[in-house]
């Protein structure tokens, strides 16, 4: 079997652009998955890091002990404002926020007060010290349901749920921070984020995305997996999405720190799978059966999305690594098999 990416050897096989110079980076949200997988990549090609995270949704067993660690909480400015004071970073990178479709829908306040409050906390922070290049986790959910598809960054936006519109409120806000105070703000509008490294991996509590539960249904903690939904207007019925590997996703960001990068970049491989193509792929990759049990539709989930990723790679230099859904599964399941219960285990 295929082993997932050492870090190492995917930096060394995809080197950050030569006129990336080594820097301090604040990484907000460090200990959750995407936040804590780009640490890991930024140490590793040499940058330093500070980790700010408050442990609410993170783990401990995912810090680097490379990076300093500040516990904090973005919705408390004076920790945020302290950290920043601290850290002096030459760069942010905030992936800090609740990120859960279902969970926004039922709880929007929950979601406008840690995702768009917190952020406005955060760059008052970097205001105060002189902080300008922020480079921001976005989503493809601030599109909501688009009028084509592969998707480019010029769609209208018009998110379908709560989590999508804190997103698009933070990147509004951060773009008038460009106009007016010179912050020169990245929006990475993740499609969907899954795979593996060798250390690191997905673990949310409740876990509601796809392919960890599809894994966890394959090692048998789950009965089986829901499939929201089976009368979309795709061809087998059910959502289309464009998974794409974390270690590409966090290789946008180190090239997103290069002086005069600002803007929308999606992030996707440009090729759609619909659930059921993915928990076939996943019975191919695990030998395992996998059952599955219809359910309704999830409230929020948009039938199909897919990115045009073509600006990141234009402006950028972005090629994605492990584009192959075997691939990143294989990489996601050799993960799961190390920690079945995930970090806690
Ligand atoms: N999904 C599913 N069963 C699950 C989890 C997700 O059918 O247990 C579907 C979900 O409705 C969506 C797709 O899988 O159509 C991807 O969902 P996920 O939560 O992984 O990511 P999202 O696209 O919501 O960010």
Redesign the pocket.
């Known amino acids: 079997m295929q082993q997932a990416p050492s870090v190492k050897w995917a930096c060394r096989r995809a080197a950050p652009a030569p006129r990336i110079q080594l820097v301090k980076i604040l990484v907000t949200g460090g200990a959750g998955y995407i936040g804590s997988i780009t640490s890991e990549l930024l140490l590793d090609a040499g940058h330093e890091a500070v980790i700010f995270d408050n442990l609410e949704r993170g783990h401990v067993e995912a810090l680097d002990p490379r990076a300093p660690f500040i516990r904090g909480d973005l919705r408390r400015p004076e920790q945020i404002a302290e950290a920043m004071a601290r850290a002096k970073p030459d760069a942010v990178m905030h992936f800090a926020a609740y ?4 969970e926004s829908m039922q709880d929007p306040q929950l979601y406008f007060r840690n995702n768009v409050a917190g952020g406005i906390n955060l760059l008052d922070a970097m205001r105060a010290e002189n902080v300008r290049k922020i480079i921001f986790s976005s ?1 493809c ?1 601030t599109y909501g349901i688009p009028d084509r598809v592969p998707m480019t960054e010029d769609l209208p936006m018009r998110p379908a749920n709560p989590y999508g519109e804190s997103k698009l409120m933070l990147e509004t806000i951060l773009d008038w921070a460009r106009r007016r105070h010179d912050i020169e703000p990245v929006f990475l509008r993740y ?2 984020a ?1 795979g593996a490294t060798e250390k690191l991996g997905e673990d949310h509590d409740p876990e ?4 960890p ?2 894994l966890k249904a394959a090692l048998g903690i789950k009965d089986n ?5 089976d009368d979309y207007d795709t061809p087998d019925g ?4 464009d998974y794409i590997h974390i270690v590409d996703l966090a290789q946008a960001h180190i090239l997103a720190l290069r002086d005069g990068v600002s803007g929308a970049f999606n992030l996707g491989n440009g090729e759609g799978f619909s ?1 059921k193509q ?1 928990i076939e792929v996943a019975r191919e990759v695990t030998g395992r059966p996998i059952p599955v049990q219809m ?1 309704p ?2 409230p ?3 039938p199909r ?1 897919v990115a045009s990723a073509r600006k990141a790679a234009d402006r950028l230099g972005w090629k994605p690594k492990y584009p192959d859904l075997h691939t990143i599964l294989r990489h996601a399941w050799a993960w799961h098999q190390k920690h079945p219960s995930g970090y806690a285990a």
């Open positions: 990120a859960l479709v279902g989503t959910a499609f969907n899954c509601t995305h796809l392919i539960n599809v997996v829901p499939v929201f939904g059910t959502c289309i999405r659930v993915v359910a539709r999830r929020g989930d948009p999305l």
